[in-house]
Nanobody, 123 residues
């Protein structure tokens, strides 16, 4: 089973950028579809972005579309989330997970939630 560790979060001003990393160990990472989720204080965890095993296909939540870009480097066993034009409402803990069925972001998750990485956007 693959293990995932998120990193790259921090404090940034509105309009700024951050790049999150999701490093994998264990089984070959390239066999897994991967997604980023986020959970803001007092809110439900929500889907943010997903990427296919090869990286050819991506999907984004409407709230991040046009500002966030998901990418992967299978040689480095890492998935990235480039976040630009950040807004205070992007403040959340960000998590990466692997999943089995495209479009079934929540119902086909594999493994468990990690620690995540905190992103705080100041106004």
């Amino acid at each position: 089973q693959v293990q995932l560790v998120e990193s790259g979060g921090g404090l940034v001003q509105a309009g700024g950028s951050l790049r999150l990393s999701c490093a994998a160990s264990g089984r070959t990472f390239s066999t897994y579809r991967t997604a980023w989720f986020r959970q803001a204080p007092g809110k439900e965890r929500e889907f943010a972005a997903a990427i296919s095993r090869s990286g050819a296909a991506t999907e984004y939540a409407d709230s991040v579309k046009g500002r966030f870009t998901i990418a992967r480097d299978n040689a480095k066993n890492t998935v990235y989330l480039q976040m630009n034009s950040l807004k205070p409402e992007d403040t959340a803990v960000y998590y990466c997970r692997v999943f089995e069925r495209w479009g079934s972001w929540y119902s086909s998750l594999v493994g468990s939630w990690g620690q995540g990485t905190q992103v705080t956007v100041s106004s």
